[in-house]
């Protein structure tokens, strides 16, 4: 069995919602949080009992951490300098920790975390792994994240979905630049898309949106393409969607325009609160802003081609 690398961060419990928003963007691998501070609450909750394990409770209330996992083939360095670098400019005390471990402690830790969620009005998210789950009336959405960003639980990717969702008309075409675990595009076509493709630098993530395409019945409307959307993507589309980082959303607005039509919706998330004014100001060169959202400390933006003069 391959030997991966986790990396694995302490900071304050105070931090531990900033902290994992921005490994969980930075990165576009799965993470797991451990967080102790409200455990006999949580346990009540979810569990509805009142005996905990001796050694739950001697957990430290004080720390919690966030757990990344990388492939073998994956250099942890890069990681670790741009977490540490944002993890500074956020004010965040940390401690990094390189461990080997075997994928399937990933997949198994990983899995824990990941429940069926709604979404938005008409979306259930559905883990691959779950059956017989009650949709509430709502469109399944069954969903592997294997390795790939994106299962909707994050304040990102729900913003892209809920905007998505508003604006999308019945047969649009959608672009998804930076598409992970292909999410996005999957949730439009199971609500009338007519085709989506998604693009994606991570071969990993690719092939996930392939695979998560298929388990949803819809691999014939949807595309699968690894490398820069640039290169590789033709035509134009109703809707494009980018739930990336700051910097490759200001440098995606240069020139995404020429890939929609004209009254087509560009859809931008994953901009932390701090980038917003930054990020609003360059994308105002090239486009009108028509809404935005700001939640969990991320804002969401939905823009449209200037207006002519």
């Not at 559905?126 to 592997?144: F, K, M």
């Not at 299962?151 to 019945?170: D, I, N, S």
């Not at 693009?199 to 392939?210: K, Y």
Request: proline content about 2%; aromatic content about 8%.
């Amino acid at each position: 069995m391959n030997t991966w690398t986790e990396i694995k961060i302490a900071v304050n419990a105070a931090d531990i919602d900033r902290a994992s928003d921005i490994a969980n963007v930075v990165v576009p691998y799965g993470i797991y949080i451990e967080d102790y501070t409200d455990l006999e609450q949580t346990v009540v909750d979810i569990a509805h009992v009142d005996l905990i394990d001796e050694e739950l409770l001697s957990k430290d209330r004080d720390r919690a951490f966030v757990h990344i996992y990388l492939e073998p083939d994956v250099s942890p360095s890069e990681a670790v300098a741009f977490l540490s670098a944002r993890y500074d400019a956020e004010g965040i005390a940390h401690e990094i920790e390189l461990l080997d471990c075997a994928e399937e402690d990933w997949r198994n830790n990983w899995k824990k975390y990941f429940s069926p969620m709604a979404v938005g009005e008409k979306i259930m998210i559905v883990p691959s792994w779950y059956e017989n789950v009650d949709t509430q009336g709502r469109i399944a959405l069954n969903i592997d994240p294997g390795l790939a960003f994106g299962t909707g639980g994050h304040e990102t990717t729900r913003l892209c979905l809920e905007t998505c969702e508003k604006y999308m008309k019945e047969g649009d075409r959608i672009l998804d630049v930076g598409c992970g675990s292909g999410i996005l595009g999957i949730a439009a076509l199971l609500t009338g898309a007519s085709t989506a493709v998604g693009v994606d630098i991570d071969a990993t993530a690719v092939r996930t949106a392939a695979e998560n395409a298929e388990l949803n019945g819809v691999s014939d409307r949807f595309t699968a393409i690894c490398g820069s959307f640039t290169e590789q993507v033709e035509g134009k589309f109703d809707i494009v969607l980018a739930n990336i980082v700051a910097d490759a959303i200001i440098f995606l607005s240069k020139g995404v325009s020429s890939f929609m039509k004209d009254d087509a919706v560009y859809i931008m998330s994953g901009i932390i609160d701090t980038r917003a004014e930054e990020v609003k100001a360059e994308v105002s060169k090239y486009f009108d802003i028509i809404e935005e959202h700001l939640k969990g400390g991320w804002l969401c933006l939905a823009a449209k081609r200037k207006s002519a003069a």
